[in-house]
Nanobody
Framework: QLVEFGGGSVQAGGSLRLSCVAS????????MAWFRQAPGKEREGVAY???????RYAEPVKARFTVSKDNDKNTLHLQMNSLEPEDTATYYC?????????????????WGQGTHVTVSS
């Protein structure tokens, strides 16, 4: 089970921190990711920590977002800085057994319920 926290509304240039708490499986060996979906758009990858513990980012969020995985607390975080209106979306946490490359949304079997982020200009 995956549960996200931390969404909200901010002005452009602001920051938010999302968290995803995992339960029910071996968290330390699991690949965890953040996806987002804006109204009328397809779900897209944002960032993930691969099975070697290396963070990976989509191009639009590089240098602004930081993903981190706390194995002791079974939690995945996403620190979002310099937010832009284009970051407005529902953000989802996802998990799969392993990942050593990008995988599309349909290849992630476990999902949270999503948390909304709204960035106003």
């Amino acid at each position: 089970q995956l549960v996200e926290f931390g969404g909200g509304s901010v002005q452009a240039g602001g920051s938010l921190r999302l968290s995803c708490v995992a339960s029910g499986y071996t968290y330390s060996k699991t690949c965890m990711a953040w996806f987002r979906q804006a109204p009328g758009k397809e779900r897209e990858g944002v960032a993930y920590v691969d099975s070697n513990g290396i963070p990976r980012y989509a191009e639009p969020v590089k240098a602004r977002f930081t993903v981190s995985k706390d194995n002791d607390k079974n939690t995945l975080h996403l620190q979002m800085n310099s937010l832009e209106p284009e970051d407005t979306a529902t953000y989802y946490c996802a998990a799969r057994d392993y990942c050593f490359r990008d995988y599309p949304p349909e290849d992630w079997p476990y999902w949270g319920q999503g948390t909304h982020v709204t960035v106003s200009s």
